[in-house]
Nanobody, 124 residues
Framework: QVRLAESGGETVQAGGSLTLSCTAAGVAVSDFRAADVGWYRQAPGQKREMVARTTRANTPVYSDSVKDRFTISRDNAKNMVNLQMNILKPEDTAVYYC???????????????WGQGTQVTVSS
């Protein structure tokens, strides 16, 4: 059973930094290495939106709102994906969710997994 556990969310002042971490349990290292991983967020009353994601080739994609401020990274040996967030703004306040898409060997099918979320609050 795949379980994603996020950590690192807290309240921080505008202009500050945070690092979110997500560890995937119940996933073989080889499967995680081949997975797509990412971070999404959902603010109150808003739809969940993509923040950053990367593929097995480690080619990151960022939303325009966080480009040049956030950096996604992955440690395949630890089944971990991190999100370094700099120059935080009040509009970054949201619940942040870790996301992992696990593929079968032939990459003809996949399964999506989500963490429970971690709250990030940026005060002005």
């Amino acid at each position: 059973q795949v379980r994603l556990a996020e950590s690192g969310g807290e309240t921080v002042q505008a202009g500050g930094s945070l690092t979110l971490s997500c560890t995937a349990a119940g996933v073989a290292v080889s499967d995680f290495r081949a997975a797509d991983v990412g971070w999404y967020r959902q603010a109150p009353g808003q739809k969940r939106e993509m923040v950053a994601r990367t593929t097995r080739a480690n080619t990151p994609v960022y939303s325009d709102s966080v480009k040049d401020r956030f950096t996604i990274s992955r440690d395949n040996a630890k089944n971990m994906v991190n999100l370094q967030m700099n120059i935080l703004k009040p509009e970054d306040t949201a619940v942040y969710y870790c996301y992992v898409r696990i593929y079968n060997y032939a990459r003809t099918a996949s399964s999506d997994f989500w963490g429970q979320g971690t709250q990030v609050t940026v005060s002005s």
